[in-house]
C-alpha cells in the first residue's frame, strides 16, 4: 500500500490513536496518535527524532511510522476507511510474523480511528 496522501481533500478527517498494546496493557503510548507512517520507507533515523519519541518506542525499526503525543500534527485520512487500511498495511521489510504474515507495525497496537471535530 502506497502513503496515504497528507489531509484530506474536504471535511473533517480522521487520525489513528493508539488505545493500547494489541497484548490489552496499556504501555507507554496509548493516547498517541501516528503522525507519519509510509511502510514502504525505510525506518527514520532515531538520532533526527525528539528524545521523549525516542525514549518511549515511537518509532518503529521496519518502516517509517512516527507517533506523537498529542492530535496537534496527527495525519490525517481522508476517510475512516482510509485510516483502518494505513492501520493494515505491511510495511516494505521482509520480516515475516510467526504464521506468516507479513510485518505490520501499527497491528502491534489497538488504535482507533477518530474523527476531527466539523468547523
Do not use: F, I, K, N
Amino acid at each position: 500500500m502506497a502513503s496515504v496522501a497528507p489531509g484530506p481533500p474536504e471535511g473533517p478527517g480522521y487520525t489513528l490513536q493508539v488505545v493500547c498494546l494489541a497484548s490489552g496493557e496499556p504501555g507507554p503510548l496509548a493516547g498517541w496518535y501516528v503522525a507519519s507512517y509510509q511502510p514502504e520507507q525505510p525506518a527514520p533515523d532515531r538520532a533526527t527524532l525528539p528524545q521523549l519519541q525516542r525514549a518511549l518506542g515511537a518509532v518503529s525499526d521496519h518502516c517509517h511510522l512516527v507517533l506523537l503525543p498529542g492530535r496537534e500534527g496527527a495525519h490525517v485520512y481522508a476517510t475512516a476507511e482510509d485510516a483502518w487500511a494505513a492501520w493494515r498495511a505491511p510495511c516494505h521489510c521482509q520480516v515475516v510474523q510467526p504464521g506468516g504474515e507479513p510485518c505490520r507495525p501499527l497491528v502491534a497496537y489497538t488504535c482507533a480511528v477518530q474523527a476531527l471535530p466539523r468547523g
